[in-house]
């Protein structure tokens, strides 16, 4: 079961609730018998992800933000021919 703090509380003891989360406890935070968040640990990364992956391979064209030709439009909306 989740261990329940009030918002007080959870302001008070922010530092060894956070340890806690990273332990893997569960911590729910609540206001007036409310609860409002869960406090979890990040799950933790296995490998670097590379950065730029594709970054030789794709180009954005200087209109990629134009407005799109009628027949395309229409197309999106549902109501090509």
């Known amino acids: ?30 206001k007036a018998g409310r609860p409002l968040a869960r406090l ?3 799950a933790q ?12 391979q794709v180009a954005m064209g200087p209109d990629f933000d134009a407005p799109l030709p009628d027949d395309v439009r229409l197309a999106f909306e549902g109501a090509a021919p």
């Open 45 to 56: 990364r296995t490998a670097a992800r590379p950065l730029g992956l594709f970054a030789a």
């Open 1 to 30: 079961m989740d261990t329940v703090i009030n918002l007080y509380e959870a302001k008070t003891h922010l530092s060894d609730l956070v340890e806690r989360a990273a332990r893997g406890e569960e911590i729910v935070i609540a």
């Open 40 to 42: 979890v640990s990040l």
